[in-house]
């Protein structure tokens, strides 16, 4: 057995702990679930693969769960996953490696995030998130959206391991949506309230207002973590510029949304920060600098969001032809978007 203990905090996941824990269990890793008020099968679900099973008592706070995991794991080193997501990969060989000689640092996973488009499961988007590390060095601080930190106070080292979350957390119902963002609003407002100059909640309360389509909340909620000093190689910090930029198209802002052009050089090695240049500048009735920064796109690495360098800006490049009169070059550009939904609509419309 490996010196890793594998923690996950749960509550009422009967329908999605056990595809979580089948995935687990095959590596030779401890387990230890914390229960936080179950009353469906969840425990009973978890006690067939789990070392440990344990209660904890909920206070609306999941930092304070998470910790109380690591409390309670017979291993310094952690592996952290939660109920909605499975081990698509994982390399065991270098968590040994990393846990031996990369001891202060903190590894981080792929996380591929899938939503239900058209009745199929399908990557929305990709993530990165520091999952793996030593208790000994870190704990959780945050009552929601909690974060891995350093109980020292140095910055955290992560490193990015050869390892593959899929995450279907994402993948709610209407109604589950609601609930769920509705009460992760109210634990962040509470948090900001004792924490005021955390631009990272701020981030997060305009992602929650946007799970909830109240997008010209979020803006004010983006524009206010953006007043911050912030830098602009942080992940979370280039996921709030394209955020608050994606919240304004939303709301007809595109004039406002302009205003990015100011900050184009700090973020143009992100794609997704290029791809919304593009659409600022279609919305905007800018086609020519909206077509350069779509081929830009084109030419750069994968982003956060799934095709943002590929069938994304060649769609959106194919609408603008349309728009111009240029039926031909539309349809070749829908035809290069594989299959992608909107694109073949559009292309059936052109052939009819």
């Not at 890793?29 to 179950?38: L, N, R, Y």
């Not at 040994?96 to 903190?106: Q, S, T």
């Not at 990709?126 to 208790?135: H, V």
């Amino acid at each position: 057995m490996h010196p890793i203990s594998v923690c996950i905090i749960a509550k009422n996941e009967e329908a999605r702990i056990e595809k979580c824990l089948a995935s687990i269990k095959p590596y030779g890793f401890e387990i230890v679930v914390v229960d936080t008020g179950s009353t469906d099968r969840t425990k009973e679900i978890a006690s067939k693969y789990a070392d440990k099973v344990l209660d904890f008592a909920w206070c609306d706070d999941f930092s304070a769960a998470r910790n109380f995991s690591l409390r309670n794991a017979s291993n310094n080193w952690i592996f952290m996953i939660d109920c909605d997501e499975v081990i698509k990969e994982i390399n065991v060989e270098e968590l040994n490696y990393f846990r031996k000689h990369l001891a202060e640092n903190v590894g981080s996973v792929s996380r591929e995030n899938l939503t239900t488009e058209n009745g199929v499961l399908t990557l929305n988007n990709i993530d990165y998130t520091e999952r793996f590390f030593n208790r000994k060095l870190y704990h959780y601080t945050g009552i929601i959206h909690e974060q891995l930190t350093p109980i020292r106070g140095h910055e955290i080292p992560a490193l990015l391991l050869h390892t593959t979350l899929l995450h279907t957390g994402y993948d709610m119902t209407p109604e589950e949506r609601t609930a769920k963002f509705r009460r992760n609003f109210t634990l962040l407002e509470k948090q900001a309230d004792t924490d005021p100059d955390n631009p990272y909640l701020y981030y997060q309360l305009g992602k929650t207002c946007e799970m909830l389509e109240d997008f010209a909340r979020a803006c004010t909620y983006y524009d206010r973590g953006l007043e911050f000093d912030l830098d602009p190689e942080l992940a979370y910090v280039q996921a709030m510029v394209v955020s608050y930029g994606n919240a304004l198209l939303r709301t007809g802002q595109a004039d406002i949304a302009l205003g990015f052009e100011g900050i184009y050089d700090e973020f143009s090695s992100v794609t997704d920060f290029i791809y919304l240049m593009g659409n600022i500048y279609k919305q905007n009735a800018m086609y020519e600098p909206a077509l350069e920064q779509y081929q830009k796109a084109l030419q750069m690495s994968p982003g956060r969001l799934n095709g943002v360098n590929s069938f994304l800006p060649l769609y959106q490049s194919g609408l603008i032809f349309e728009t111009l009169g240029n039926r031909e070059a539309a349809a070749s550009l829908y035809q290069k978007c594989g299959d992608f939904s909107p694109a073949l609509q559009r292309l059936a419309i052109l052939q009819t």
